[in-house]
C-alpha cells in the first residue's frame, strides 16, 4: 500500500488547511485510517482516525477544531483543521491498519506561524 499525503504548509493562527492522502491497493475501504503528527524533538502522536464504519476519534488537542473524513471512491482521507495554533506545527502522517498491514506516508508538513 502506497499512501501520499499532501495539502500542508504555513498558515497563520486561528487559519486553517485540508490535509489529504491518496492511497494505493484495494483495502482502503476496510482498513482504519488515521493521521499522526510529530513536532520537532516529540514523539509521534495520535491526531484523528477512522474506522472501516466511520467511526471517528479525535485527541484532546483536535475535538472541536479537526474533523476527519474520506471518500471510498477515490481512495483518500482528509484532516480538516481549523483554528489553527503555533502548537499543532509538525510532521503529518497518514496511516492505514489493516490485519498486518501497518503502513505510513512520508507525511506533509504544518507550520502554523506569524
Known amino acids: 500500500v502506497q499512501l501520499v499525503e499532501s495539502g500542508g504548509g504555513l498558515v497563520q493562527p486561528g487559519g486553517s488547511l485540508r490535509l489529504s492522502c491518496t492511497c494505493s491497493?484495494?483495502?482502503?475501504?476496510?482498513?482504519?485510517m488515521a493521521w499522526y503528527r510529530q513536532a520537532l524533538g516529540k514523539q509521534r502522536e495520535l491526531v484523528s482516525a477512522i474506522t472501516w464504519n466511520f467511526t471517528t476519534t479525535y485527541s484532546d488537542s483536535a475535538k472541536g477544531r479537526f474533523a476527519i473524513s474520506k471518500d471510498h471512491a477515490e481512495n483518500t482521507l482528509f484532516l480538516q483543521m481549523d483554528n489553527l495554533r503555533p502548537e499543532d506545527t509538525a510532521l503529518y502522517y497518514c496511516?492505514?491498519?489493516?490485519?498486518?498491514?501497518?503502513?505510513w506516508g512520508q507525511g506533509t508538513q504544518v507550520t502554523v506561524s506569524s
Open positions: 496511516n492505514l491498519k489493516y490485519a498486518d498491514v501497518d503502513d
Open positions: 491497493g484495494n483495502i482502503f475501504r476496510v482498513a482504519t
